[in-house]
């Protein structure tokens, strides 16, 4: 099964600075997910990663998939309190005709003022 | 734009009682998604439905089943409840566009707490 590995667990920043989380996977991407989740809350979709060295930018966040498509980065510029949050990568498992997520183990962020 | 909705958004049970989760999908998306969120764990595939037919089962109890309804909306219908189903149950849809792979979009989730 594929196992998807998220560093840091945790991470203070003080708003304005940079981040970078990151995703490792067990076997090859083929489609690599960010999403965001307030305690408690729903998954938010950020962005979707699918060819090797590809990467993706949305406002003030950044997605890159390495080249080999087993690591992804999830960059943050310029943090700010809406930041916060939990971030998941999940990885698309994709048998037959089916699709399903298998998310990594989510870097809780705190952004302070 | 229309999200996943999800009922109820709170669900406080007893042990051995039967709970039963709905989930009505973004419009025209045809492949629905539960899955199971413990504290502090990351959410766990339990299964999927594509266009009203079960397409992956993942780690779902027998005690569990699901059903996708002609309009598309979900049920997860869970029996004899236990203390450890306590959790956050969200449902997630996509619109399967070609060769199988696409965004799945999560709705706000259940939180089922069981006393």
């Known amino acids: 099964s594929q196992e998807l590995e998220q560093s840091p667990q945790s991470l203070i920043v003080q708003e304005g600075k940079n981040l970078t989380i990151n995703c490792t996977s067990s076997k090859t991407l083929y489609g690599l997910y960010w999403y965001k989740q307030k305690y408690g809350e729903g998954l938010i979709f950020l962005m979707m990663l699918q060819k090797g060295g590809e990467e993706k930018s949305h406002e003030k966040i950044t997605a890159k998939l390495d080249e080999k498509k087993q690591q992804s980065s999830l960059h943050i510029t310029a943090s700010q309190p809406s930041h916060a949050g939990i971030y998941l990568c999940g990885a698309d498992v994709v048998t037959g005709t089916a699709s399903k997520l298998t998310f990594g183990t989510g870097t809780r962020l705190q952004v302070t003022l | ?115």
């Open chain 2, 1 to 115: 734009a229309a999200g996943v909705i999800q009922s109820p958004r709170h669900l406080i049970k007893e042990k051995r009682e039967t709970a039963t989760l709905k989930c009505y999908p973004i419009p025209r998306h045809d492949t629905v998604y539960w899955y199971q969120q413990g504290p502090g764990q990351d959410p766990q595939f339990l299964i999927s439905f594509y266009e009203k037919m079960q397409s992956d089962k993942g780690s779902i109890p027998d005690r569990f089943s699901a059903q996708q309804f002609s309009d598309y909306h979900s049920e997860l219908n869970m029996s004899s409840l236990e203390l450890g189903d306590s959790a956050l149950y969200f449902c997630a849809s996509s619109l399967r566009i070609g060769g199988g792979r696409a965004t799945q979009y999560f709705g706000p989730g259940t939180r089922l707490t069981v006393l």
